[in-house]
């Protein structure tokens, strides 16, 4: 089992920054990449940024340039870093493991923290 607690999100002003954390722990050596997916009103949730145990990244179109992902292995910890925010960016954000062990692959998931930025 992974359990993974979001945190930093809030209400910001069009232009501004945010940066999310996501701390994990349980069986954290299964992890094998974590990403920040976001859900919006009435949308579905989409990946935004992801991180491999090896420290590859990836973004999504809408977000590059703009995000950064990062990780602190020895605090267990993966941070969004979020700047030139737009009102499009509102959304709850989720924090993603996908974790293997063995044969067993699993997505664990946290509760989420909402961003709203405004015009």
């Known amino acids: 089992q992974v359990q993974l607690v979001e945190s930093g999100g809030g209400l910001v002003q069009a232009g501004g920054s945010l940066r999310l954390s996501c701390v994990a722990s349980g069986s954290i050596f299964s992890i094998n990449a974590l990403t920040w997916y976001r859900q919006g009103p009435g949308l579905q949730r989409d990946s935004v940024a992801s991180i491999t145990s090896g420290g590859s990244t990836n973004y999504a179109d809408s977000v590059k340039g703009r995000f950064t992902i990062s990780r602190d292995n020895a605090k267990n910890t993966v941070y969004l870093q979020m700047n030139s925010l737009k009102p499009e960016d509102t959304a709850v954000y989720y924090c993603?493991?996908?974790?293997?062990?063995?044969?067993?692959?699993?997505?664990?998931w946290g509760q989420g923290t909402q961003v709203t930025v405004s015009s």
């Open positions: 993603n493991a996908f974790s293997v062990a063995g044969t067993v692959r699993r997505h664990f």
